[in-house]
Every structure is written in structure tokens, then in C-alpha cells.
């Protein structure tokens, strides 16, 4: 059995950061455990190439969750990254650190050291941002920021002067002085490729010699010797192989399949575990639950003039952009799919906003099979004004169905499972319309295409955003981070309870959602992660 100092499952967002920052003094030896294969992949690398991932099973698990109540019955499409890189290495890039008040909340739960004054160095650390340091931003860190602004559509600058119409302050920084308002997102891309935690943190830690990757090696089992972890059996081409860790096993494998790599090794809800003849190592219900999720759904218009869709569409058009791409690494193959947003209160007595917005210069009404239609949009000029919330009050569950490693959780999303969620999602689709009739965008707007304009009243726009919306691919907490046993899975120091050797670091960890896209909180919880383990043992 080949033995290493520490073994980290899953080479995504935070897995890619705590491998680097581990092995980068060379006193230790490390092993990444990878499921996926490699991102050396044009549509990886392309950043509006992530509509070709969006199904792909060579780089994407295509977890779908139960029939969902909250969503008129839909199962729902959840794509997670079985790749380098993880999902930073297919999703849409748009770098949204979260509210200050959201890790102020984590810190007063009990999570001493994950406060906001605590965690902004981490997050200048990590950035390159191409606007410059100043007291929020940072520079000379792994990760490229860019700001989309010199790139956007003009229908883009329409959608920012109609959100200022409709009483939103433009905002040049979401991740500055404050959050809300309207703006142009920054998306983590260099050189018009997408920069993700592979590219950023493995790739580069990969030329060292105490850093060892192994690809489409999918982790079974964490083995133990009493209550401590020793660690992991994995599958890798057919043949079951077992590794030992003298110092930690750190679990990396994100929401979905850290909970369930924990249950598959006796950690988890001992009821569920027992039924499936698994033997308990250590009991903890929370393994799994306290599951939250941003949903939303997208409001399309017919446009009176040309939107991307009469570039992207034709074959001409897709001739002139790659190959503005592939020699100048620019235009909208370049960019993310979501070029704008913002975040807006649905009731001015909230104290920080809980609705974010997201613009998006073509139309994707018509399905493609195989792939998301983002390089096939609409044969219209089309755009979306999209929206998700940010504080969910729903909560699911996943759970493993079988000692079967193979086999797919069950995933238990209970979208839009409470009032607060379904009264909050109303008053912000309404404000969707609202920006739409602001003169800037109205005199630009043939017809609203979806839902249409033959749904008005509140049953009509609930039921249809029941039918229509879906995960917008920021599930977390399902290894929630917490002092108390009894209501988390680790501890602020990112331990298992009740456990030796083993610690969780990725999104599962977070105790609630952050207010915004969940990619850079999960390098950042990566990067602190690490720090911490390299005090413990230094």
C-alpha cells in the first residue's frame, strides 16, 4: 500500500486549491484522487463552450434530482463537473464573491475565523483582478479577474440603463464597497480562456514532484482504523486500489459527492446506513441534509433589432466568431453566457439584498438535444433577464441508494418548499417585468416571448415559475460547518466530528448559501481550508 501525507478526493474548486497550497513547500507528499479525466478540452477551455458541457458525460456527472413538488414535478438537470477542475472547469465563470454580512452569519453561528474580515484576505489573495488592487480587490494571485464591460452587446447597455430606470444604482463592483444594484460582471477568464481551479492551482502544482494526480480514479471508500481515518480505497480502469495517508484524508468531492463518499464509509444517518448493510464508523445526521440551492428561471423577449442570436445562429456567424476567437481570444466566445446581472431587495425593509439578476444578450427558447443551445440560440433576435434567489428558506437532503459506489445518490432538492421562497420569487419575476417596461429596454421589446403576456395573476406567475424554474448549480451545506455535532458534519477547523485524520474542504462545508455564484466562496474556502490544515501541522 503506497502511503502519502495526505490524500485529496476530488480535484475541483477547493480540491485543486488545497492540493496546490499543500504540496507547494515540498515537505509534504500529496495524492489528488480524480473521477474525471483531463481538461485538455477546446469547449473546456473556450469559455462560451460550457453549452457543449452542459451534458456531456465525458466531463459531467448528469445528476438529476427527484420529481420536485416545488417544481410542478420536474426532475431536475444537475450538472456537476467529473473533470480537472471539477465544475469551475463547465460553469459560467461569473466570479460573485457573496454579501460581507453572509460570512458574518457563518461566524456567528459558531464558525470562529470565517467571518468576512477573515476571509477577505484570502479572497485579494487568490485574484488577479485586471481593474487593480484597491481595499476590496486584489492582484498577483493565481486566478485571473476580467471585466467584461469593454466587450458587452448594446442590448447589454440597454438592460443596465432600464435596471437604473426601475430604481437600481449601477454598480462597477459587486465584489467592492457593496453588493447591490445593477452591473457587469466580472468572470474568471485570462487571455479569453476560462481560468479555472485547474488551470489557476493544479496544472501548475502538477510539474512538482511531490504532487501526484490520478485520473478516473473514483474513490469508494475511506478506510479506518478505529475512529481515524488511514485512507482510501478507489477503482481506477477496471482494478480496486487502496492508498494510506499518515497524516489526513481531505475530502474535496463538492455537495453532492462528499455526503455521499462519507455514507459509503460508515459516516452518516446510522438508520439509513444500517438499512443498506453498511457498518457505522461514526453516526452524524446531518450527513447529507440541511441541502440548499438558488433556483431560477429566465424572462425571454422577441427584439426589435439584432441581439448575439444573428451571429451565433448562422454558420457564417459561428465561421466569423471562432475564428475571431481563435486567433484574437475575443469576442462573445470569450465571455460567459451572463454578461450582466445584479441584485435587488424584494421589499426595501430587507437589510442586504436576496435576488440576484443575470442578462443574457440572445435567447435560448428553442431545446437542442445533446447540448444547452447557448452556441444555437433562437432564429429571433432574443435575450433573457434571468433571476435567482439568494437566501433560500428550502431545505433537501442527499442520500446514497446502495453500498454501490457507481450508483447515484438520491437527491431531494424541495424547491420552492416554503412560502417565504415562493412569495420572494413572485414579487421578482415581477420586477423582471418592470425592468422590461422601463423605456430602455420597451422600445426595444417586440413581445415577450416566455412566459408571455397571458400571464398575469400571481396564480398564473406562480404556477409558472413553478413549471419553469430549475437549480442554477450552487448546492451546498451538505456537510454543513458548525461547534455542534448535533446539527453539523465538521467542525470550523473543517474536522469530522468524532474523527481523526479526516477533514471536508469544499462547498458541502458552507453552513448556509451565499448571496451570489458559489465558485469563488469555494476557492476561497479551498485556499482557507489549506491554511488551516498547514498550521495544524506545522
Known sequence: MQTYDFIVVGSGSAGSVVAERLSASGRFSVLVLEAGGSDCRFYIQMPLGYGKTFYDPAVNWNYRTEPDPGLAGNADHWPRGKVLGGSSSINAMVWIRGHPADYDYWRELGNPGWGYDDVLPAFKAIEDNAAGADRWRGTGGPVRVTDCFPSIHASTKRYLAAAEQAGLAFNPDFNGATQEGVGVYQINTAGGRRMSAARAFLRPAMKRPNLRVEMKALATRILFEGKRAIGVEYEQKGARHTVRASREVIVCGGSINSPQLLQLSGVGPAAHLSALGIDIVEANENVGRNLEDHVGLNYTYKGRGPTLNQLLRPWWGKLLLGMQYVFLRSGPLSLSLNNAGGFFRTDASRPRPNMQLYFQAFSTVIPKNGERPILTPDPWPGFSIGLSNCRPTSRGEIMIRSKTPREYPKIVANALSTEQDVAEMLAAVKFVRRIASMPALAEFIEEEIVPGPSVQSDEELIQDFRKRSGTVYHPVATCRMGPDPAASVVDPRLKVHGL???????????????????????????????????????
Open 500 to 538: 481523526e485524520g479526516l477533514r471536508v474542504i469544499d462547498a458541502s462545508v458552507f453552513p448556509t448559501n451565499i448571496s451570489g455564484n458559489t465558485n469563488a466562496p469555494t476557492i476561497m474556502t479551498g485556499w482557507k481550508g489549506a491554511e488551516i490544515v498547514l498550521r495544524d501541522w506545522s
